[in-house]
């Protein structure tokens, strides 16, 4: 996928940016697909430092768009299915500085997925801008170790190769775990 989107942006260079940044409003929005073939291709095409600002503005605006189109889609239906469980209620009812450290908190997690983050700010009491800042703010350490990571191995150098035994063995570990329940 990455050599599609950089034969894309080397063909139309001058539209490469917007593209990006559309691109990552749109794998938000969808709140499943993986962003790690975005940030590899910026990564490659714009330099890492570039590619890796470049990918933080089109996270950033992707995290605001979804949350935005969730809040006005989702809320009023999902916080009625919730009702029953009071522990979900209370964190959807944070606020303030409460939801601040909440949404920065769970932006810092890699393992969280970021659709669940935004959805769950979505329905929840926090506001809009709150919201915008703690999860732009959070998502600068998990960005800088996604990019550092795609960089290594893209680059196929000793942290590469690593990185990749490691992500192998942990996927193989997760996958043996759910055969046997």
């Known amino acids: 996928m990455s050599e599609t989107i950089?034969?894309?942006?080397?063909?139309?260079?001058?539209?490469?940016?917007?593209?990006?940044?559309?691109?990552?409003?749109?794998?938000?929005?969808?709140?499943?697909?993986?962003?790690v073939f975005l940030t590899a291709a910026n990564i490659l095409f714009f330099g890492f430092w570039n590619g890796t600002f470049i990918s933080f503005i089109g996270e950033g605006a992707g995290a605001a768009i979804s949350f935005l189109l969730y809040r006005k889609g989702?809320?009023?239906?999902?916080?009625?299915?919730?009702?029953?469980?009071?522990?979900?209620?209370?964190?959807?009812?944070?606020?303030?500085?409460?939801?601040?450290i909440l949404i920065f908190s769970l932006r810092?997690?890699?393992f969280v997925p970021s659709g669940l983050v935004t959805f769950a700010g979505a329905i929840g009491a926090v506001s809009a801008y709150i919201f915008i800042v703690a999860s732009s703010i959070g998502k600068i350490p998990a960005l800088?170790?996604?990019?550092?990571s795609v960089y290594n191995v893209t680059q196929w150098?000793?942290?590469?190769?690593?990185?990749?035994?490691?992500?192998?063995?942990?996927?193989?570990?997760v996958f043996l775990k759910k055969r046997r329940l």
């Open 108 to 110: 810092l997690l890699p």
């Open 74 to 100: 989702f809320k009023n239906a999902s916080r009625r299915k919730l009702e029953g469980y009071p522990r979900v209620v209370r964190v959807l009812e944070a606020k303030g500085k409460e939801a601040f």
């Open 144 to 148: 800088l170790l996604e990019a550092y």
């Open 6 to 35: 950089i034969r894309f942006f080397n063909e139309y260079r001058e539209w490469a940016i917007p593209v990006s940044i559309f691109l990552n409003v749109i794998i938000a929005i969808l709140g499943v697909v993986p962003s």
């Open 157 to 173: 150098n000793m942290t590469g190769k690593v990185i990749l035994a490691l992500t192998a063995a942990l996927s193989l570990s």
